[in-house]
């Protein structure tokens, strides 16, 4: 079978300035304008976002579920990255 | 991993309600239901705008005529956003469409009714979206990520789509004698067509074990069709319209509605393409499709000499 949809275009909104982009879905579109006014109207029919990032799916690269684990395992007992680790004074009151 | 390990993964993963993501390992069975169910659902959002867009252009006004435009552009959306969550478990577009033209996938048996009068675009609203949202309340909490998340986008944007039916509703109830018959007469058309919106009962449904086991379904069809009942019931006495079933009644045990079930000799027909509009519906999709044929295939070749030409430079 042909396929005659175009590639797939992840979508990602921006709801308000300064705000970050949020992935909201992914569509089919040929080219970059074409993929940015799809996600127009398929993603912002209510007012939903003031920036469109629009990023072929297949650029996208991602960590394997199986990764889980080790991947991020560095991490897991660093526990003085954390603010609570430390002891302040009560006298010192918020810091 | 062994594969019974990657099996434990994935029911502890059922087990904790935690999502499965496209890219995490499932069972062969569980990928085929959800492709299966979550094609059927985007066919018909998409063929739930034919029986719809047959009023848009008699419209009784102008407000009415661009609410219905919206909600018709909003199935579409609805069945876009469906088609992509369906393509993360590895079938393309062209095929779930083929599918659809070539009628080897099934949709909504409600849309293979007819919309004969403006009452029915208001008894479409209210009650086929009434039902429509039970369900996707229940599927925003199902097991697969994708589904989920375009489940909480769709159940945002249908609340509308059911105000604005009962919005047609009440001004033809509460109109002259005649709009009022055209209500009841709508309602009686549409009550048993929406109740079979849920899916055979229990007892009789193949899939719906599997879709609990899996939590894809978190409710059953006959759980779902009590509740639709119980809430609809209600509306029904606000408007003074009757439902068409002498049966039903209210059962003080169980906290609901005692009601007959419908014609399911009558929904096997029509699921299996014998209703009053398949043969139509069928055709006005492949010929929607085949009349675009032309746009898919210069926007390709746009984008192909686009291309060229940039890499040339």
Known sequence: MSDNQGPVWEIFLQKKAGQPFVHCGSLHAFDKEMALQNARDLYTRRGEGVSI??????????????????????????????????????????? | ?????????????????????????????YRKHLIRQISQHAHSEIVGMLPEGNWITRAPSL???VVLLAKVQDEGGHGLYLYTAAETLGISRDELLDNLHTGKAKYSSIFNYPTLTWADIGAVGWLVDGAA????????????GPYARAMVRICKEESFHQRQGFEIMTHLSFGTADQKAMAQDALNRWWYPTMMMFGPPDAESPNSENAMKWRIKRETNDQLRQKFVNQTVPQVEYLGLTVPDANLKWNEAKKGYDYSEPNWAEFKQVISGNGPCNKERLAARNKAHDDGAWVREAAQAF?????????AA
């Open chain 1, 53 to 95: 990032w629009a990023v072929p799916s297949n650029a996208i690269v991602a960590s394997s579920p199986e990764d889980i684990g080790p991947f991020f395992e560095p991490s897991n007992d660093k526990v003085y990255r954390h603010p609570t680790f430390y002891q302040i004074p009560d006298a010192i009151g918020h810091m």
């Open chain 2, 63 to 65: 407000r009415a005529k």
């Open chain 2, 303 to 311: 984008a192909k000499k686009r291309k060229e030409v940039y890499e």
């Open chain 2, 1 to 29: 991993m062994e594969l019974t390990q990657f099996e434990d993964v994935f029911e502890g993963k059922l087990a904790k309600n935690e999502m499965v993501e496209p890219k995490d390992w499932m069972p062969d069975n």
């Open chain 2, 133 to 144: 949202i039970m369900n996707q309340v229940m599927l925003q909490r199902t097991s697969y």
